[in-house]
């Protein structure tokens, strides 16, 4: 294995070039399960989020099969069901499937290379979870609004700040995908201005600016000075003097902002990125918008996935129970 320039680290092994740590199951199991290993996370998972959770996934059964003196050929449905139900104890359902479903693929790449004759964990199953409502955080429309009304525009990083949060709440967007944008992805067609998002997979979703956000951008835009650096990132940090940098803001920074902001609007601190997507599709919906035409502009494969973010039927729900009256 000279060629892949690889040196031991305690139970691990490290290539020089990379720095990607591989575990001792692979290692112990020669150069094409090391090849392997390092193909499966460099060569089949674009999503740079979804490669360190898999990373992660892998990293701790690797482990968990070396603490037990497991090879990787001696990897049967038995031992992986053992560690799924062990996981199970300490990790919510979702993401002990999550766990599951990256060592199945592993596996799979590897049977594909020759590794290991077959899959050993394709006929394990993962905890049944089904979610009918979804748990993220969901502010009101006043709420909302207190909180945009609340940020001083004064300084640039209020203008971002109020320009970021409209964008998340009137186009159903990820955070990831806004912070994604660069100042062309907002850009006029007609008599209005559009929203480019940087969606999952290299995938591009196109949406109409609401009035308000096509306000607040042009205004955070006007006094950045940015209007003529199409290429460069669209919402970016700040430095110690409080000024716009040309770094992209990361979304550590941009959930810190928002704690921050919540705090400071006196409105709940426990929302998140993602309450500002889930706030817009119930005010849409409370205002007659179809779950159909919601689930477009969130660029939502399934409705189902929408419907987990409508709270619309959450006030019903108490005043039926209300009704019990004893």
């Known amino acids: 294995m000279d060629h892949w320039n690889i040196v031991p680290i305690g139970g691990q092994i490290t290539t020089l070039r990379g720095g990607a740590v591989i575990p001792r199951l692979f ?16 060569a089949t998972i674009r999503n740079q989020n979804t490669r360190q959770a898999y990373l ?26 053992l560690y799924i139900e062990e996981l199970g104890q300490r990790l919510d359902r979702p993401s ?9 693929m592993l596996c799979d790449w590897l049977v594909i290379g020759h590794v290991l004759p077959v899959n050993p964990t394709a006929s394990v199953r993962g905890p049944k ?16 609004r207190q909180l945009l009304d609340s940020i001083d525009v004064t300084t640039i990083v209020g203008l971002r700040d109020r320009a970021m949060i409209a964008a998340m709440v009137f186009s159903f967007a990820r955070i990831s995908a806004l912070l994604g944008m660069n100042v062309e992805d907002y850009y006029p067609d007609g008599k209005r201005y559009w929203l480019r998002l940087h969606e999952k997979g290299g995938k591009f979703h196109e949406v109409p600016a609401h009035h308000k956000a096509e306000e607040y951008l042009d205004e955070y835009i006007l006094a950045a000075g940015i209007n003529n650096a199409p290429h460069a990132p669209l919402f970016r940090s700040i430095d110690r003097r409080r000024q ?29 990125c993602h309450t500002f997507r889930a706030t817009g599709i119930t005010a849409y919906l409370l ?40």
């Not at 992660?56 to 992986?80: D, K, M, Y």
């Not at 979870?129 to 709420?143: D, N």
């Open 56 to 81: 992660r996934a892998v990293t701790q059964f690797a482990n968990w099969c070396e603490r037990h003196g497991v090879a990787l050929r001696e990897i049967s449905p038995l031992l992986t069901s």
């Open 244 to 272: 716009l940098t040309d770094r992209r803001l990361s979304r550590r920074e941009a959930l810190a902002m928002i704690k921050r902001r919540a705090r400071a609007a006196d409105v709940p601190d426990r929302i998140g």
């Open 96 to 104: 002990v499937k999550q766990h599951l479903a990256a060592i199945r």
């Open 27 to 42: 290692l112990d199991a020669g150069e094409d399960a090391c090849r392997r290993y390092l193909e499966f996370f460099a």
């Open 129 to 144: 979870h089904v979610v009918k409502r979804g748990k993220t955080p969901v502010l009101t429309s006043e709420q909302a």
């Open 287 to 326: 205002n007659g918008g179809t779950l159909e035409h919601a689930q477009r502009i969130a660029a939502h494969e399934s409705p189902r996935t929408t419907k987990l973010y409508d709270r619309t039927t959450d006030e019903i729900t108490l005043d039926e129970i209300e009704r019990i009256s004893i």
